[in-house]
Structures are given as C-alpha cells and as structure tokens.
C-alpha cells in the first residue's frame, strides 16, 4: 500500500507495517496508564483539613488497608493537588487523539476516492436522503469524542491554574470531567474495537494505489548514490529528472528502459530495473522496525510475545 506524507504517495508499505504503528501507539497508551496508576496511587487520608491530624493514627496502615501504595508525603499538597486527575486525564487525551488518529484514516479510506476499506454495517448509517451513502458514522463520532476529551484536560488544567495552597471549592468541579473523559474513552474503545473486527481491507486497491505517484524514485536516487558514488543532492537531481521522462511517456519508473534512464546518467547499469519495483523497494528497507516483510513479522513476533 502507499505510505504517505503530507497525504501524498511517499513510498510503498505493507498494510501490516502501516497498522503496527497504532499498535506501537496503544502500547505506549498502556504503559502510560500504568505508570500514571503508580504515581497516583497515593492516600490522602490522615491529612485532614490541611496540616495533619492530632490523632496518632498509622497512615502507612491505613494506606496499605486500603489498597494504596503510601500514604501522601505533604498534607498541604495531598489537600490541594488534583495532578493524579490531571495525569489520568493527560493519558486519556493522548489515547483518544491515537484512537482518533486512526479513525481518521478509516474516514478517508473508506470513501469512494480511495476504497482501501470496507466497513462493517454496524459501525455505518445510510444517508437521509442518499439511499447509495454507507456513511463512517463510528470513526466519526470516535473522531469527535477526542475532542471532548482533550477538552476534559483543559477545563481541569484551568480550573487548576490560579488556585493557591490549600483546598478551594473550585476542586469540586474535577469529579465530571474525569469521569466523563474516562466513559467517552471506553465507548472510544469498544467502538474502534468493533471496527477493527469488522473492517474488510481491499488490497488489490492498496496495491494498485501504491503504484502511482513514483514511489520508488528515492530507490533511484539511493541506487545512485550506493552504486555510482554520487553525492545524495546529485542523485535526488538525477532521480527527478527521470520521473520527469516518465511523466512523459506516462508510465512508471519501473517501465521505463534503460536507454531512456541513460538520457540522464549515461553510465546507469540494467541492474537498477530490478530494484524498482514496489516489492524490492519495499524489502529492501530491512533496518529494525522497517516495512520489509522480515522485520514485520519480527515485531508481530515480539508484540505477540
């Protein structure tokens, strides 16, 4: 399939390679939420009003008693702090702007201009008035709850900017955001969850999409340097040049001849043809966590462990 930058053709991936990179998301996604979790599980109980309580209670029991890591170390901070809402929803924002991220790309692949996908009927509607329409519905609103939850965080964070030491009963509005963010990413989950299940990929459009637009003239320009020992700037100057023949004689670089190539640099040897094509270009970028086959399934094998 294409890889894009800019939404433009870039070079050729595997669709694997391309899903991955939300896997790598999610993962971090997860490990956040994990580490958040230690951070903030601290109790606050026995700090009272705001300077500590008179009574010689055991606050290393008690927080062991109700399932806390330890107790707060500063009473005013454990009264005044809200950062364990904040972090939690600062994890929140960035998962569902991944969820989001994702989404997205579902919205533009499922269109008629593209076709990459196909959505299952759970996760679409019809239009009002459209009877051909199968609308994206699910990665939509998965695309918009983001905002409300990125929204949760900022509505804290400026709840939380001018207050001083200790409480203030501006706190109080903490409880809605949090507990709203935290539902809206859940059905975020669920929602993207489904979809993936029920997504149909149409390769062969992948595949004939990653063809256009030149993917492998950076395989041209990298055989020029590798091979002839031009200086990168001479050979991405060289590369452009035999697109542009291509565009010429619309066809791709793959099929152009070599006589038309040497128009360009005179020496270029037939071996290059056969580094053009989108499978070579594709399994020749071997470095770890690359697109070619081998490393992919290295990282499905480590994630899967």
């Known amino acids: 399939m294409p890889g894009f930058t800019h939404l433009q053709n870039a070079q050729p991936v595997s669709l694997g390679h391309h899903l991955l990179a939300y896997v790598e998301m999610a993962v971090r996604d997860r490990s956040r939420l994990v580490d958040c979790r230690k951070r903030l ?3 606050p109980l026995g700090s009272a009003a705001l300077a500590g309580t008179i009574y010689p209670i055991d606050r290393t029991y008690c927080s062991d008693q109700l399932g ?3 107790p707060t170390n500063n009473s005013l901070d454990a009264v005044s702090d809200r950062d364990f809402a904040l972090e939690f929803l600062a994890c929140l924002q960035i998962y569902g702007m991944h969820l989001s991220r994702l989404a997205e790309e579902f919205v533009i692949w499922s269109s008629y201009q593209f076709q990459f996908i196909r959505l299952g009927d759970d996760f679409t509607t019809g239009s009002s008035i459209m009877p051909q329409k199968k609308n994206p519905d699910a990665a939509e609103l998965i695309r918009a709850k983001s905002g409300r939850i990125l929204a949760a965080f900022n509505s804290l964070s400026v709840t939380m900017k001018s207050l001083p030491l200790a409480y203030s009963k501006d706190m109080q509005e903490d409880k809605e955001v949090v507990f709203d963010a935290f539902d809206q ?5 669920r929602a993207m969850t489904g979809m993936l299940r029920s997504v149909k990929f149409n390769t062969q459009r992948m595949l004939e999409a990653a063809s256009i637009g030149f993917p492998t003239a950076t395989d041209l ?3 020029l340097v590798e091979k002839m020992k031009m200086p990168f700037r001479e050979a991405h100057h060289c590369a452009a040049r035999i697109v ?5 004689n619309d066809c791709t670089l793959e099929e152009l001849s070599i006589s038309q190539m040497r128009e360009v640099v005179p020496a270029i040897d ?3 043809l056969s580094l053009l094509s989108l499978l070579s270009s594709m399994s020749r970028r071997d470095s770890y966590g ?3 086959p081998r490393q992919v399934k290295k990282q499905l094998q480590r994630l899967r462990q």
């Open 41 to 43: 599980n601290q109790c």
């Open 68 to 70: 806390f890591e330890q």
């Open 185 to 189: 990413l859940c059905l975020c989950v």
């Open 221 to 223: 320009a990298d055989y």
């Open 244 to 248: 542009k023949i291509a565009e010429e």
């Open 270 to 272: 037939e071996e290059v």
């Open 290 to 292: 690359g697109t070619s």
